[in-house]
Every structure is written in structure tokens, then in C-alpha cells.
């Protein structure tokens, strides 16, 4: 009887399995929609369109300051942004390219897989404008100079102003969604990790009052010395809090 049921406990996925298993299932989904209306608009397979997916953002991430890249990663299919991380030209950026030499590391990253880099371009960029904010593609056109941002899709590259409205939404979650939002972040890759930060901290911090802020910093400072040593840290998942 002891056997069978340390067996069976065994068999129960941890939380942090089941969190990883959700992730898994999300990411796999999401990418799998990306890919989908990227092949709507004319490659012939889900490999061709992931190739030149990477080709054309990886180029586009060389024009992109490495904020903006981070940032545009973060709303990106997880897959996607994985692969974008392991590119070669990646760390490369920013460089200040025109049209012609954005089409040379398109076509460099294919290396001669037949795909005319404008038209693989044109469909990539439409296909991200769709994934990601408005409000984000606006950012990302803004920063190109006119000959590349032509090559996005003329709805994309309306004036902010004009851009559809954000849907509505509560202006706040329940605490008890907290723990799975947490688990969803820890499951991102790297960059990803670091585009939420980045996107939240100064917001949040920004609403604190200098001494508050102040502590909070301090406090977190020691948290990531804990981190460091190996010593479990505040967490605010039910039952994690050291």
C-alpha cells in the first residue's frame, strides 16, 4: 500500500510542472497561429515561413535599438523569440541600414532559398503587425527610415492618432490570478523576462514616493543577494514566501 501510493504521488506533475505544461501548450498554439497567417499569404510550408519569419526580423532587429527589440520580442510568439535569440546577426545590432542593405540580410540569412526579399518582407511585417500592439508597431515604424517603413502594411503605418483603440479591459486582476501570471512570466526565455520587466517596473515604481521607492529598492537589492547565495526568496505565490 506504501509503494502504490508513493507511486502514485510520484505521478503527479508538480505545480511547476503543470505551469510549464501550460506555457508549452500556449506558446505551441500561438506560434502555430503565427504561422498560419504567415502561410496564408503565400509560403509554401510552416518551415519556409518560420525561415524567412527569422530572416526578415532578425534583419529588422539590426535597425531596431536594443529596447525596441526587446520590447517587440515580448509581444512575439515565445518560439519565435527563441529563435530570433539564437540568430547569428543578433547581437549585431543597431545598425543604421537602408532598404538595400536590409535586403542584403535577408537574403544572406536565406542564402539563396529562392524567397525575393521584398515580397518575404512585406508578408513578414504584415503578419507581425497583426500579432502585436498597435501601439507597438507604431513605435517599431517610427524608428525605421521611410524606405523601410513602406514596406510595412499601409493600415500599420497609420498616424497614432488614427490607430484602432485598445479593447477594454479591467483595470485590475484578482489576486488569486497572481501565482499563474508569475509561472507564466518565469516560463518566457530570457528576453522576454527582461521586455516585462522592463515594461512594468518603471510604471510601478514611478507610483511610489521617494522614501518608499527608496526601500523597496533597498529590499530588493537584498532579495537578489539571497537569490545569488541560493537562499529562497520572497515569493508571492500561495505558500513560496520564505
Not at 23 to 29: E, K, L, M, N, V
Not at 120 to 142: P, Y
Not at 194 to 200: A, C, E, N, P
Not at 217 to 236: C, F, K, N, Q
Request: net charge negative.
Amino acid at each position: 500500500m506504501i509503494t502504490q501510493t508513493k507511486a502514485t504521488e510520484a505521478a503527479i506533475p508538480s505545480s511547476g510542472q503543470l505551469a510549464e505544461e501550460r506555457h508549452a501548450s500556449r506558446a505551441g498554439t500561438t506560434y502555430g497561429a503565427f504561422l498560419t497567417r504567415l502561410r496564408a499569404k503565400g509560403f509554401a510550408s510552416d518551415a519556409e515561413a518560420e525561415r524567412t519569419a527569422v530572416a526578415v526580423l532578425c534583419a529588422l532587429e539590426q535597425r531596431l535599438g536594443s529596447d525596441q527589440a526587446f520590447k517587440l520580442e515580448s509581444q512575439l510568439p515565445s518560439i519565435l523569440a527563441e529563435l530570433l535569440a539564437a540568430c547569428p546577426q543578433h547581437r549585431l545590432r543597431p545598425r543604421n541600414i537602408g532598404k538595400r542593405e536590409f535586403f542584403e540580410l535577408v537574403e544572406q540569412y536565406l542564402d539563396g532559398a529562392g524567397v525575393d526579399a521584398e515580397t518575404a518582407a512585406r508578408r513578414v511585417f504584415e503578419a507581425v503587425a497583426a500579432q502585436v500592439s498597435a501601439g507597438e508597431t507604431q513605435k517599431i515604424i517610427h524608428q525605421l527610415p521611410r524606405e523601410l517603413r513602406e514596406l510595412w502594411p499601409e493600415w500599420a503605418r497609420a498616424a497614432e492618432d488614427q490607430v484602432l483603440p485598445v479593447t477594454s479591459r479591467p483595470s485590475s486582476l484578482p489576486l488569486e490570478r497572481a501565482p499563474d501570471l508569475v509561472d507564466d512570466v518565469l516560463a518566457l526565455n530570457l528576453s522576454a523576462q527582461l521586455g516585462v520587466l522592463r515594461t512594468i517596473a518603471p510604471k510601478i515604481l514611478a507610483r511610489l514616493g521617494a522614501e518608499e521607492r527608496s526601500g523597496f529598492l533597498r529590499d530588493l537589492d537584498s532579495e537578489i543577494s539571497l537569490a545569488l547565495s541560493g537562499v529562497p526568496t520572497y515569493d508571492l505565490r500561495h505558500g513560496r514566501d520564505a
